[in-house]
């Protein structure tokens, strides 16, 4: 229980130094939020609750069919943002469309012969 909040405390302190770096130096926390920590972090947890060479193999590589998904909503939020919508709604199109790619990979990964 106690390594739950652990964990909960920890990522949430990596989203508000994110967030405070943001206000002074949004490029800056750009990086910091790019960077895999939260997959690190994650990787590191599961291999101290479960040591298991294969496991992990199969975590990291479909961890990394799975964050191509997520990248075009690092691009049409600002897209949209520039052409004049609102930032909700700009962040909840990024989100659909997230989601919709996600399910496509899923769908499509196996087929292709990925493990996920």
């Known amino acids: 229980m106690w390594a739950l909040v652990a964990r909960a405390l920890l990522a949430g302190a990596m989203i508000a130094a994110i967030s405070e770096i943001g206000r002074r130096l ?9 960077l895999p920590l939260v997959s690190v972090l994650g990787m590191i947890f599961l ?8 496991n ?11 964050v191509l998904p997520s ?8 897209v949209l ?8 709604g700009s962040l909840l199109a990024g989100c659909l469309l997230t989601v919709v ?4 990979m899923m769908h ?4 292709l012969g990925l493990r996920l």
């Open 101 to 104: 790619l996600y399910l496509a």
């Open 56 to 66: 992990m193999a199969i975590h990291s590589a479909a961890t990394f069919w799975y």
């Open 108 to 111: 499509f990964g196996p087929r």
């Open 71 to 78: 990248l075009p909503m690092f691009l049409i939020i600002p």
């Open 26 to 34: 949004p490029a800056t926390a750009a990086i910091v939020a790019s």
């Open 81 to 88: 943002l520039r052409a004049g919508a609102g930032f909700w």
């Open 47 to 54: 291999w101290h609750q479960r040591p298991d060479a294969e």
